[in-house]
């Protein structure tokens, strides 16, 4: 099962508790369970433009994406643009990339509150417009 990771915005908690696991460790749970990721910000060791032409493959069609997990609010400021929230490199906001690869994969995730219902991002004035995937 093939899985792309992307961290938007938030305090990346849930990350952080899925890598205190230790028994079983993270990755020998995930080895077992025949988890692949295909990149995760905090486990993968590529960068820059591997990972660059990792999302744009994914986007094409050319590398299957079974699961989409998305951790932290979504920023759709200003006016609707997201670009508020870019992903850095690629000069394209997290919600263009939402919009681009949540049809590209079986399932899509929301991982954690911030991810399902706009957290802490989204509260008070809300002015970065943050929303749940």
């Given at each position: 099962?093939?899985?792309?990771?992307l961290?938007?915005a938030?305090?990346g908690g849930?990350?952080?508790?899925l890598l205190c696991?230790?028994?079983?460790?993270?990755?020998?749970l995930?080895e077992?369970?025949?988890i692949?990721?295909?990149?995760?910000p905090?486990?993968?060791?590529?960068?820059?433009?591997?990972v660059?032409?990792?999302?744009a493959a994914?986007e094409a069609?050319?590398?299957a994406?079974?699961?989409?997990?998305?951790?932290?609010?979504i920023?759709?400021?200003?006016r609707?643009t997201g670009?508020f929230?870019?992903?850095?490199?690629?000069?394209r906001?997290m919600?263009?990339?939402?919009r681009?690869?949540?049809?590209?994969?079986a399932?899509?995730?929301?991982?954690?509150?911030?991810?399902?219902?706009?957290?802490?991002?989204?509260?008070?004035?809300n002015?970065?417009d943050?929303?749940g995937?």
């Amino acid at each position: 099962m093939n899985i792309l990771w992307l961290q938007a915005a938030g305090c990346g908690g849930c990350t952080m508790s899925l890598l205190c696991a230790e028994d079983p460790n993270l990755l020998d749970l995930f080895e077992g369970a025949g988890i692949d990721f295909l990149w995760h910000p905090a486990l993968s060791r590529e960068t820059g433009e591997e990972v660059r032409a990792l999302l744009a493959a994914v986007e094409a069609g050319e590398i299957a994406l079974d699961v989409l997990a998305v951790e932290g609010a979504i920023a759709r400021g200003p006016r609707g643009t997201g670009r508020f929230q870019m992903l850095a490199g690629t000069g394209r906001s997290m919600l263009d990339w939402l919009r681009a690869l949540a049809p590209r994969a079986a399932h899509v995730v929301a991982v954690g509150t911030c991810a399902a219902y706009g957290g802490v991002t989204s509260a008070g004035g809300n002015p970065s417009d943050a929303v749940g995937v």
